[in-house]
């Protein structure tokens, strides 16, 4: 199994920055695949951004050139640089992990409010 931690939310104004930190523990050599997710208030959780465990990524279209994901190995950590913050990005954010046997582990949730 796989524990994520996520942390570093909070509110910020637009325009500003943040960064999440996601912990992961647990089988650490099983996982193929990490990504932040978010979820609105009263909306779907959608993807905002994926690395492989090959070091490729991708992002959604709203968070392109404001958002970068990055991993430190050697801390076992899931990282989400936000710039360039909106309102819009108000949600609250996951840390998804997907394990070579197909299973996906989420952490609790970190919410990010940004003011205008």
């Known amino acids: 199994q796989v524990q994520l931690v996520e942390s570093g939310g909070g509110l910020v104004q637009a325009g500003g920055s943040l960064r999440l930190s996601c912990a992961a523990s647990?089988?650490?050599?099983?996982?193929?695949?990490l990504g932040w997710y978010r979820q609105p208030p009263g909306e779907q959780r959608d993807v905002v951004a994926e690395?492989?465990?090959?070091?490729?990524?991708n992002y959604a279209d709203s968070v392109k050139g404001r958002f970068t994901i990055s991993r430190d190995n050697a801390k076992n950590t899931l990282y989400l640089q936000m710039n360039s913050l909106k309102p819009e990005d108000t949600a609250v954010y996951y840390c998804?992990?997907?394990?070579?046997?197909?299973?996906?582990?989420w952490g609790q949730g970190t919410q990010v409010t940004v003011s205008s």
């Open positions: 998804n992990a997907i394990v070579t046997w197909g299973a996906s582990y």
């Open positions: 647990g089988t650490i050599s099983s996982i193929n695949a």
């Open positions: 690395i492989t465990c090959g070091g490729t990524t």
